[in-house]
């Protein structure tokens, strides 16, 4: 199957080739027709499928055929949980876009940032990708108007009931009209996800793309039984012998992110870590300076992973594990993508080896664990 069967505009098929895109994705070749056909969609596929695109390109297509609205009248809104998704959304929209005869404009906002300067951009924004708080403070501010939004996006909403969305979500659902096309896409199908599809969908297209048992296997994965203490000689260990690039570390709070990195830093290995305490501008600039290379190495927390899509990223570090084996999955899925292979290297404390050993029944593969007693760790 290739894109230009999918009922797209010829110039948005040349976009995709033009970045390199030559076949769609599985959420893509169903999702496209689906929304250019003004259907309700509810989309479940793993972050890193291709659900951006799939919603995206259609929204698109389907705006250029319809009039300019009123000035400040939103006519596709998209909901994300986090900062960085909502950028890396709107860098979509702007990327397509610009392709178009007439360009669609659109604005993404959140909070963390001075809102003033958001309300003044709004002037012709036909398309707005949002953060939940920030996009009610807009609304009670009338600093837009949202009765004619046409298509309503609800991405990563797995992620966004589980940071307690909920009552916002409700709230800027109240915001909208009765009459619109609704997409919902989730990493997960959850009861939490099953009731808000209730809620806003009306007899919607359902596509579930279920994870490839392979994509798993194209992950190298590898286990070290460590003491506490051992965690920060061994990483540095194993990034400088294994002359290791673009490395992605988990942690799982905020201070032990940015002990990692300043840690790193010290030992002569370029590192930032990247949290919900740093400035969205500390945060664009050190996933920016990541995805170009320029940075080594990015330590983050779980709260931003979905955030961070990059698609060939060669190494993921678990320096803690995560509660939850699903999150582990997530973290070690940031790699292994679009059918590249990548390399995942989890510590584990003796304390940890129980937990670990559910994680990988959840994972369904076992993974070897290597002890480092024999490691020379002197000047690491």
């Not at 070290?224 to 203490?229: A, I, K, N, P, T």
């Not at 995560?322 to 059918?339: C, L, M, N």
């Amino acid at each position: 199957m290739t894109f230009d069967s999918l009922g797209l505009p010829n110039a948005l098929v040349k976009a995709l080739s033009k970045e390199g895109y030559t076949k769609p994705y599985p959420i893509q070749s169903q999702a496209i027709p689906a929304i250019l056909d003004e259907k309700d969609v509810l989309g479940i596929a793993k972050t890193g499928s291709g659900k951006t695109a799939s919603y995206v390109l259609p929204i698109l297509a389907n705006l250029q055929n319809k009039p300019e609205p009123k000035n400040r009248h939103i006519q596709a809104l998209v909901l994300v949980p986090t900062r960085e998704l909502a950028v890396q959304v709107f860098e979509t929209f702007k990327l397509f876009s610009s392709a178009l005869r007439s360009p669609i404009k659109s604005l993404v906002v959140f909070g963390g940032a001075s809102i003033n300067p958001q309300m003044i951009q709004m002037q012709g924004v036909r398309i707005l990708i949002a953060t939940p708080g920030r996009l009610i403070e807009l609304k009670e501010s009338n600093a837009m108007n949202l009765n004619e939004v046409d298509v309503f996006v609800l991405d990563e909403a797995d992620k966004m009931l589980n940071l307690g969305f909920k009552e916002e979500m409700d709230k800027i659902l109240s915001f909208l009209p009765k009459q619109r096309q609704n997409l919902l896409f989730s990493a997960t199908l959850n009861k939490e996800i099953d009731g808000i599809n209730r809620l806003i969908l009306k007899q919607p297209v359902e596509i579930k793309i279920e994870e490839e048992k392979d994509a798993i296997d194209l992950i190298d994965q590898s286990a070290y039984l460590v003491l506490d203490e051992q965690k920060g000689p061994i990483l540095r260990y194993l990034i400088k012998s294994q002359e290791l690039k673009q490395v992605l570390i988990f942690t799982s709070t905020v201070y032990k992110a940015d002990q990692v990195a300043e840690k790193l830093t010290k030992n002569g290995i370029e590192a930032q870590a990247t949290h919900s305490k740093k400035s969205q501008r500390a945060r664009t600039v050190a996933l920016a300076d990541f995805k170009s290379g320029k940075l080594r190495v990015l330590v983050a927390t779980d709260l931003l992973s979905r955030g961070i899509d990059i698609e060939f990223l060669p190494v993921v570090i678990n320096y803690e594990l995560p509660r939850s084996p699903k999150d582990f999955i997530h973290r070690i899925g940031r790699t292994g993508r679009a059918e590249s292979s990548g390399k995942a290297i989890t510590f584990v404390t003796k304390d940890e080896l129980h937990h670990f050993k559910v994680i990988q029944k959840k994972m369904g593969k076992w993974i070897k664990l290597t002890y480092t007693d024999d490691l020379d760790l002197h000047g690491f």
